[in-house]
């Protein structure tokens, strides 16, 4: 039912991004310092939308890469500190069996 339902959405905007190319044709002038262009307004607006989206793919990627490194430490860190004490309960029950050994001989 989902994927229908996303079939459906995507469907309805490539719908809307058609009507609306055919709408923007005209050609406008793109500055780009050292020359100068005409090109159809929807390819400006698609070129734009696309590199809009290029730039919050990296900066989202960017920030998920760092959040993966810093779990990755806190697992690590509360694995150790798991490791660290089981050993000194081990040690504890340990000195605690010897001292009741050393309790029972002494009686």
């Given at each position: 039912?989902?994927?229908?339902?996303?079939?459906?959405?995507?469907?309805?905007?490539?719908?809307?991004?058609?009507?609306?190319?055919?709408?923007?044709?005209?050609?406008?002038?793109?500055?780009?310092?050292?020359?100068?262009?005409?090109?159809?307004?929807?390819?400006?607006?698609?070129?734009?939308?696309?590199?809009?989206?290029?730039?919050?793919?990296?900066?989202?990627?960017?920030?998920?890469?760092?959040?993966?490194?810093a779990q990755k430490e806190?697992?690590?860190?509360?694995?150790?500190?798991?490791?660290?004490?089981?050993?000194?309960?081990?040690?504890?029950?340990?000195?605690?069996?010897?001292?009741?050994?050393?309790?029972?001989?002494?009686?």
């Amino acid at each position: 039912m989902k994927k229908q339902g996303r079939l459906i959405t995507v469907l309805v905007l490539a719908l809307i991004v058609v009507i609306f190319a055919v709408l923007n044709v005209e050609p406008v002038a793109i500055n780009f310092g050292f020359t100068h262009v005409k090109w159809p307004l929807i390819i400006v607006i698609l070129v734009s939308l696309l590199i809009g989206a290029i730039i919050t793919f990296l900066a989202a990627t960017g920030s998920t890469l760092s959040q993966r490194k810093a779990q990755k430490e806190m697992t690590r860190e509360v694995t150790e500190l798991r490791d660290n004490q089981a050993a000194q309960i081990k040690a504890a029950v340990e000195a605690e069996k010897i001292k009741n050994q050393k309790g029972r001989l002494q009686i």
